[in-house]
């Protein structure tokens, strides 16, 4: 009887076990994350993060949240297209330039039987996939910039992002990649940084509609630019600078940790 009853704590300990382990592992399981897929060196996923493919989660397919989302990195707000194909589908996916609700209005094709877009995802990775306002002679690129995710012409007007700053008007305002001078980031997307319109960026207004400012501007002697989120404390980490000295503004300047916001035409 008594080696029955032993028996018997045994089993009901063991199967107590295997049900934790089981709940355990269950809580663990990341979410499920759409993502580009084809990238050879970069991936962006739905929740509008961008990663290395080797950063990535194997499991999940979500890229770490350790960057900011929606980063448009390369990309000509103005124009919406970009020098990177994953980078263009972060920016396309934040809200503002976005919706859901429009993104599924647009046809994925001309015809007619063409089906529409599922969401903002599905919508952002068709149309930064190609688009036929990039291309010139049939198979050749305008610009760098040729992965773009603007509205078909009928719809534009419902997700366009204007700058209400009258000095802004007809200029394309491109965001740099990390540690790029205004003087290059206006070059690959085919343009001339405008000097004389730095001043009109210099803003927070203006900084805070193409950034995700980390609190508040912080008013400086360096370019208008964003911080890395991964730079040293003592550099404002994630925030906007605007610069006191109107004197210093120049399109050649650049920071490792800096993205600067140009004016280009």
């Known amino acids: 009887m008594a080696r029955v009853s032993v028996l018997l704590f045994v089993v009901l300990v063991v199967a107590s076990f295997q049900r934790g382990s089981s709940q355990s592992n269950i809580s663990s399981t990341p979410s499920f994350c759409r993502n580009t897929v084809q990238g050879r060196s970069l991936q962006a996923d739905e929740n509008g993060y961008v990663c290395r493919v080797q950063d990535s989660d194997f499991e999940s397919g979500c890229c770490p949240k350790i960057q900011e989302p929606y980063q448009c990195y390369g990309c000509n707000v103005t124009a919406k297209c970009c020098n990177a194909y994953e980078y263009c589908v972060a920016c396309c996916l934040n809200p503002n330039q976005t919706s859901n609700d429009v993104a599924r209005k647009v046809k994925v094709a001309h015809h007619a039987s063409a089906g529409f877009y599922k969401d903002g995802f599905d919508f952002c990775l068709g149309r930064c996939r190609h688009d036929s306002r990039s291309v010139v002679h049939e198979n050749a690129y305008a610009t760098e910039s040729h992965h773009c995710f603007s509205l078909p012409t009928n719809l534009s007007s419902q997700a366009i992002r204007m700058v209400d700053d009258n000095s802004l008007e007809s200029l394309a305002i491109v965001i740099s990649r990390q540690g790029q001078s205004c003087e290059t980031a ?36 360096d370019q208008p630019a964003q911080v890395s989120p991964s730079a040293a404390r003592h550099m404002h980490p994630g925030a906007c600078y605007f610069t006191t000295q109107a004197s210093a503004l120049s399109c050649e300047a650049y920071n490792k940790h800096w993205r600067r916001l140009c004016p280009c035409a």
């Open 186 to 221: 206006c070059k690959l997307s085919g343009l001339t940084c405008q000097l004389s319109k730095l001043p009109a960026v210099n803003k927070c207004s203006v900084l805070q509609k193409y950034f995700n400012c980390r609190g508040p501007c912080v008013a400086s002697i």
